[in-house]
């Protein structure tokens, strides 16, 4: 017999905030190999990816605050992970050697936790949810 269902189920707010926590639960656990949070290192994946990126390329690319991206980068950088440079009126932030040799590390991870909730929810249903999650997350913001 199956789980019984929250009366608040129907609700895409409650949901939501739901299916995220048991994600989040799932990506620390693939990403504790690496050492890092989840947070930490898809800031480092996207640096990684972007160097010279900005702070604020990084909030837009996470959907995250610049306040919280700069507390993320501040953390990375005492681990020494990452650097900011000062280039004219922008800080632009670089991996340093150490943060690009996380690379591998970090992708392994990442397709990991694809892969593990793709085997639980299926791997198109997962890519269809993510694409149909966007699209709201987009329409919402366009609202706010």
Not at 8 to 13: A, G, I
Not at 88 to 94: P, Q
Request: glycine letters at 8%; hydrophobic letters at 35%; a positive charge.
């Amino acid at each position: 017999m199956g789980k019984k269902r929250s009366p608040y189920s129907q609700c895409l707010y409650f949901t939501s905030n739901a299916i995220a926590r048991a994600l989040t639960k799932m990506a620390e656990e693939e990403f504790a190999t690496t050492g890092l949070s989840p947070s930490h290192a898809f800031i480092l994946m996207t640096v990684n990816q972007n160097p010279g990126i900005t702070a604020g390329g990084i909030a837009r690319t996470m959907e995250l605050t610049p306040s919280t991206v700069t507390r993320l980068i501040e953390k990375l950088e005492q681990r020494e992970y990452l650097e900011r440079r000062s280039e004219g009126k922008f800080r632009r932030v670089y991996p340093t050697e150490k943060g690009g040799r996380q690379q591998h590390l970090l992708a392994s991870s990442w397709n990991r936790l694809n892969q593990r909730y793709g085997y639980i929810i299926g791997q198109e249903k997962g890519q269809h949810l993510s694409a149909y999650l966007t699209e709201a997350l987009e329409a919402i913001q366009e609202e706010a």
